[in-house]
């Protein structure tokens, strides 16, 4: 699977884990230098504390569109610090 917005590739693997429709990318699959951190947080009931990323590719900006469990409750743990997208980046084979 590949994450694309704006003209660049986020995140490329063929490992992501599927969780309620979105994949959750690596850590090791992520392009960082497309990513920071927010100060937008979420809580889950069933997976734990989500953090947020802005998304930063070709001098435009997509605010949260990306998101991570970096203490997912332990049933879950397997998406842990993995990256899933929304807001317009495309996931796709």
Known sequence: ???VWNGATLAESDKTIVVE??????PESIKR?????TR???LCPWKGVARYYTVHA?????GNAAWSYP???PWIRKIRN?????RGVEVRP
């Open 1 to 3: 699977m590949k994450a």
């Open 58 to 62: 070709n001098g435009e900006s997509n």
């Open 33 to 37: 230098e497309h990513l920071s951190r």
């Open 71 to 73: 203490r997912p409750y």
């Open 82 to 86: 993995h990256v899933a997208f929304w």
């Open 21 to 26: 429709g979105n994949h959750y990318f690596p």
């Open 40 to 42: 937008a947080l979420s």
